[in-house]
């Protein structure tokens, strides 16, 4: 009687089984009524705004790297050749900034936030993410957030290359929190234990962020 599965079969199974049972990803698409759609306080625009700290870094792909490290099973360091082989993946999603503009239906294309997960395989610990970005810039979330349904590490926005401006050659987007959480020119996402602040929550934004609550500051 043998029971010897592939090791690294039976693991990434044991992982996902293991989020599965916890929970880690029922905070996924939050489905709201259509008259729910643009969150208190916000306003429409067709236009795409650029917001960032005023430099923004010129990546190419061959120099681009993605760290995952910390409370993981496997730390990773990915080229951009190493991205492109994970399974790309399709999101619509809606844009909410918190200097209260909302631009609906952006497409992106990308490595889902699940996908990259399962390669790296968060500990039973793992229960916050800190992101790292190639200008300095930082932001904290939970990691259930970061592996929502929704969420996508986009390197393609409305069929193509996502631009420097705009965060690429990859950024994070996280539809639901508000999209200061999602980082452009994203370089290391650390898994931790406990939350910590990145650049914004330091400076008085909302540690979670989400724009049906209206968490724009840290006391609201
Ligand atoms: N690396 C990095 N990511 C960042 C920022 C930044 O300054 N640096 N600004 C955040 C803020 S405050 C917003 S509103 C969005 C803006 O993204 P956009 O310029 O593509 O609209 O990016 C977020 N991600
Ligand atoms: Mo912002």
């Not at 690294?8 to 990803?25: I, V």
């Not at 992101?131 to 979330?141: E, P, Q």
């Not at 290359?161 to 999602?182: C, E, I, N, Q």
């Not at 996402?189 to 914004?200: M, S, T, V, Y």
Request: hydrophobic share 35%.
């Amino acid at each position: 009687m043998s029971d010897d599965p592939t090791p690294a079969d039976s693991k990434l199974t044991s992982s996902k089984r293991r989020w599965a049972a916890e929970g880690k990803f029922l905070t996924g698409r939050i489905s709201r009524p259509e008259a729910e759609r643009l969150p208190p306080g916000q306003h429409l625009v067709k236009n795409w705004p650029v917001l960032d700290l005023g430099q923004q870094p010129v990546i190419s792909t061959d120099s681009w790297r993605l760290e995952v490290r910390g409370l993981v099973e496997t730390t990773l360091t990915l080229t951009w050749v190493d991205f492109q082989a994970i399974e790309q993946s399709t999101r619509v999603s809606d844009i909410h900034c918190v200097t209260t503009w909302s631009r609906y239906d952006n497409n992106w294309k990308g490595v889902s936030t699940r996908d990259l997960l399962d390669r790296a395989m968060p500990r039973p610990e793992a229960a916050y993410v800190m992101l790292t970005s190639y200008d300095g810039y930082t932001t904290n979330l939970p990691l259930s957030d970061f592996a929502a349904e929704d969420a996508i590490l986009a390197t393609s926005w409305e069929g193509l290359p996502l631009t420097a401006d705009h965060g690429g050659p990859m950024r994070l987007v996280v539809p639901h929190l508000y999209f200061w959480k999602s980082a452009k020119w994203l370089r290391r996402i650390e898994i931790l234990a406990a939350d910590e602040a990145g650049f914004w929550e330091k400076n008085g934004y909302h540690m979670y962020g989400d724009p049906w609550r209206e968490q724009r500051y840290s006391d609201d």
